[in-house]
Structures are given as structure tokens and as C-alpha cells.
């Protein structure tokens, strides 16, 4: 999963990137702007109903591709390859946290079963934390 989200789905949005002077002139803008808040609005809806561990980080990951192709379609690009960066950094981290906590469940992905596990990892916490608030865009981190 990690290998999916990091460089096959992301590699589109760096060649949309890469090529936003040849986008930027034409209706498909207004189109992706649509879609990526459609994207963002879906993927955040469907987190918030799951139990999977590894499927709420998949769904997180979508939303935030959904917001660099908004970031893109209203013309900051350069703002949109960082927010790729810094996602990449900060989604490869809670992906490691996320393994370490699943191993430590012997392989049980549901977080109705996951309370307490602060007590036990505090290492692993304090980086699934700080991952999630750079992510959400807390200030004097990156996703701000």
C-alpha cells in the first residue's frame, strides 16, 4: 500500500505538475477543481465511517491528493509540489506508525479494538500525533 500511494498515485499528480502551463488555458481547470473538491468531500466522508486502520490512512491520502489537484487548478503549483512533499514525508511516517501498531495487534487493523496503545508505544504515539496534526494543517507545522 505504501508503494501505491507514495509513487503510482502521486506520479500523476507531479506530471500534472510538471505540465500546468499546458492546463492552465483550457476548460479541464474548471473540471478539476470540480472533482477535486468532490474528491476531498468523498474520500473525508468515507474515513469517517471506517474501522480499518490502513483504509482510513488511504482515505486520508486521497483527500490530500484531492487538495493538491485544487491547490493546482486555481494556479500554485509551486504550492502544490510542496504540499506533495511534505504529504509524502508526513504520510510515510503514519504509514510506518500505522505497521508498528498493526504488528503490535498481531495484524488486527480495527481501531475499536486499539485503545490504550499510547501506554504501551508512547514513541510510536507522539510520531502517529505529530504526523496527523502536520497533515491537518496546524500551524508552524507543514500541512499550514
Not at 9 to 15: I, R
Amino acid at each position: 500500500a505504501l508503494v501505491h500511494s507514495s509513487t503510482l498515485v502521486t506520479a500523476g499528480v507531479y506530471l500534472l505538475i510538471r505540465f500546468n502551463n499546458l492546463l492552465m488555458e483550457t476548460v479541464f481547470i474548471k473540471f478539476l477543481l470540480l472533482i477535486s473538491g468532490l474528491t476531498m468531500f468523498m474520500a473525508g466522508i468515507g474515513a469517517n465511517y471506517e474501522f480499518d486502520l490502513k483504509k482510513i490512512i488511504a482515505l486520508s491520502t486521497l483527500s490530500q491528493l484531492g487538495l493538491m489537484m485544487s491547490i493546482l487548478s486555481m494556479g500554485y503549483y509551486e504550492l502544490s509540489y510542496f504540499h506533495l512533499l511534505t504529504h509524502a514525508m508526513f504520510k510515510a511516517l503514519l504509514f510506518m506508525c500505522a505497521g508498528k501498531i498493526i504488528h503490535l495487534m498481531n495484524d488486527n487493523q480495527d481501531i475499536r479494538l486499539m485503545g490504550g496503545m499510547s501506554l504501551y508505544i508512547p514513541l510510536t504515539s507522539l510520531c502517529l500525533n505529530i504526523s496527523n496534526l502536520a497533515l491537518c494543517g496546524i500551524p508552524f507545522l507543514a500541512g499550514f
